[in-house]
């Protein structure tokens, strides 16, 4: 009899062993499984960050406030009047080339735009031909004017305000605007100031000026359509 009980306890033994170990293997195999989903969790979310980061470093850089050539961009004033227009007619690696027109007044500006610098490297007024490309072969020697210098901010001629934004125009609103401003005394006992608007992908869309002191005054061109 005592050696039938010590046998069913034996059984009963090995039998709670086995259902323990295959417990621990179970729960073992769960541990990982939960592991291995927090790491691909982690790792997707790693992902999305570098995503996000390249997202980002790509609108940081100038080149994507750069117009496209071919596209023409009327401005009215705050009267509904046309103002101006900016022509985008030749593109050759970091220049572009704009005609400005201003009433009966054209003008070829050639602009370096790269991915941190937007800068006027030469003005011609009243061109013969204003569709001549000015691009062909260009040496810069001196830049006429620094609108947007990311490598040093020091060198630029216009400050920058605002690089994000919203400016509401007839033709739509834009973000992620940079804001430039440059103030002048070429009105003896006035400042004038000059600001800008730059959109991506875009360029120029609003431009204002203004004339301080007594007999001062301002003025203001805004995108209402684009042409292409």
Request: aromatic share 8%; net charge negative.
């Amino acid at each position: 009899m005592i050696r039938i009980l010590f046998t069913v306890l034996l059984l009963a033994g090995s039998i709670t062993g086995c259902s323990l170990f295959n417990k621990e293997v179970k729960n073992s195999s769960e541990e990982k499984t939960v592991e291995t989903k927090s790491q691909d969790k982690e790792e997707n979310k790693a992902e999305e960050k570098d995503s996000v980061i390249n997202e980002e470093t790509e609108e940081e850089s100038l080149k994507a406030y750069r117009p496209k050539s071919g596209v023409k961009k009327i401005f009215i004033d705050h009267e509904n009047v046309q103002s101006l227009t900016e022509e985008v007619v030749f593109e050759n690696g970091d220049y572009v080339q704009s005609i400005i027109t201003i009433g009966q007044s054209a003008s070829v500006v050639i602009y370096k735009w790269t991915e941190n610098e937007i800068s006027i490297v030469e003005t011609v007024k009243n061109p013969d031909d204003p569709y001549k490309n000015y691009l062909e072969g260009i040496k810069e020697e001196n830049k006429q004017e620094v609108m947007i210098s990311k490598a040093d901010a020091l060198e630029a001629d216009w400050k920058v305000i605002n690089q994000n934004e919203s400016v509401q125009t007839p033709y739509q609103t834009f973000t992620n605007v940079y804001v430039i401003q440059k103030i002048t005394n070429e009105v003896e006992g006035a400042e004038t100031i000059y600001t800008n608007y730059i959109a991506p992908g875009i360029g120029l869309i609003k431009e204002t000026f203004e004339v301080t002191g007594d007999q001062g005054y301002s003025a203001e061109s805004m995108l209402q359509k684009i042409e292409e």
